[in-house]
């Protein structure tokens, strides 16, 4: 049994890059991924945590009460073991196997926002597993997150437009909920300061930890794909490290500098953002 290499980081956070360059590294990351590069396998099991513990994907604090509640955590993780040993493994692994992904003797793992404050679950179920941790300056995450929030609070506003046609509010089972705490850039912020903690809390207590800064990700590629696959066993290849480093695009980092109004609320931010190690 192998266990599995897991990328932490906020949502908008860059995982969804680290996640193709372990996949282009040789790293098996599903067969069942996104465009945003998430397994759906490992998706709906966060997913399912989340719901059993009264959270969501933007308010993940409320997970912790499962987490301390020993009953709870103890059945969640055997729900956890029974999928992942089972044949629906398949939808990731795409092999039949006895034991579903206990049996995987690969390099493999998985890339989803959620594992952050559900990883003392997944802990349980692999103790050595290896952690690859991403963050980002929370401005541009919180830029980003308001960004896509707007689209999907459109796409959440023609939806109610029809079915209010036909239907009444009171029995709505589907709330305007997917953009909210993202909606303004004040609130994306705190919630990106909420996950952040809660990752930096529980990674204190781990071993085989590997931090990655989104900018300098994008500013110094090849240093940083360097020791990525020194923490994963892959040996250099420069052919590989020219053919991923040409690919990303540094502007991208710190663009909040680019946008006055961004500058501004960064600088109402300056002590929270120091004291994740960021200047503004």
Same mark, same amino acid.
């Given at each position: 049994?192998?266990? #599995?290499?897991?990328i932490?980081?906020?949502?908008?956070?860059? $995982?969804?890059?680290?996640? /193709?360059?372990?996949?282009?590294?040789?790293?098996?990351m599903g067969?069942?991924? @996104?465009?945003?590069?998430?397994?759906?396998?490992? =998706?709906? *099991?966060?997913?399912?945590?989340?719901?059993?513990?009264?959270?969501?994907?933007?308010?993940?604090?409320?997970?912790?009460?499962? =987490?301390?509640?020993? #009953?709870?955590?103890?059945?969640?993780?055997?729900?956890?073991?029974?999928?992942?040993?089972?044949?629906?493994?398949k939808?990731?692994?795409?092999?039949?196997?006895?034991?579903?992904?206990?049996?995987?003797?690969?390099?493999?793992?998985?890339?989803?926002?959620?594992?952050?404050?559900?990883? #003392?679950?997944? /802990?349980?179920?692999?103790?050595?597993?290896?952690?690859?941790?991403?963050?980002?300056?929370?401005?541009?995450? &919180? %830029?980003?997150?308001?960004?896509?929030?707007?689209?999907?609070?459109? +796409?959440?506003?023609?939806?109610?437009?029809?079915?209010?046609?036909?239907n009444?509010?009171?029995?709505?089972? *589907?709330?305007?909920? /997917?953009? @909210?705490?993202?909606?303004?850039? %004040?609130?994306?912020?705190?919630?990106?300061? +909420?996950? *952040? $903690?809660?990752?930096?809390?529980?990674?204190? !207590?781990?071993?085989?930890?590997? @931090?990655?800064?989104?900018?300098?990700?994008?500013?110094? #590629?090849?240093? +940083?794909?360097?020791?990525?696959?020194?923490?994963?066993?892959?040996?250099?290849?420069?052919?590989?490290?020219?053919?991923?480093?040409?690919?990303?695009?540094?502007? /991208?980092?710190? &663009?909040?500098?680019?946008n006055? !109004?961004?500058?501004?609320?960064?600088?109402?931010?300056?002590?929270? *953002?120091?004291?994740?190690?960021y200047?503004?």
């Amino acid at each position: 049994m192998s266990a #599995p290499f897991v990328i932490v980081g906020m949502h908008r956070s860059g $995982t969804s890059l680290v996640s /193709r360059i372990l996949d282009q590294s040789g790293v098996f990351m599903g067969l069942d991924l @996104q465009e945003d590069h998430e397994s759906r396998f490992f =998706i709906e *099991l966060n997913k399912w945590i989340y719901e059993n513990a009264g959270a969501d994907w933007a308010r993940p604090a409320a997970l912790q009460e499962l =987490i301390d509640f020993q #009953p709870a955590k103890k059945g969640v993780e055997e729900y956890l073991r029974s999928k992942i040993s089972s044949k629906f493994s398949k939808k990731y692994s795409g092999k039949s196997l006895s034991n579903g992904l206990f049996d995987l003797n690969i390099k493999w793992g998985w890339k989803d926002p959620r594992n952050g404050p559900a990883l #003392p679950i997944w /802990r349980e179920i692999w103790p050595d597993m290896k952690i690859i941790h991403v963050t980002r300056h929370g401005v541009d995450v &919180a %830029s980003s997150l308001q960004t896509r929030s707007g689209k999907n609070w459109e +796409e959440d506003m023609n939806r109610f437009s029809k079915w209010m046609k036909i239907n009444s509010w009171k029995n709505s089972k *589907l709330p305007i909920r /997917r953009g @909210q705490r993202a909606a303004t850039i %004040s609130h994306a912020f705190d919630f990106w300061s +909420e996950q *952040l $903690t809660i990752e930096n809390k529980t990674l204190q !207590e781990y071993d085989f930890v590997h @931090q990655i800064r989104y900018e300098d990700l994008l500013t110094k #590629p090849e240093q +940083e794909i360097k020791k990525l696959w020194n923490f994963i066993g892959v040996e250099d290849d420069d052919v590989l490290l020219e053919k991923i480093s040409s690919s990303i695009d540094g502007s /991208r980092a710190f &663009a909040y500098r680019n946008n006055h !109004e961004l500058s501004d609320f960064a600088a109402t931010k300056k002590e929270i *953002l120091e004291s994740f190690g960021y200047s503004i």
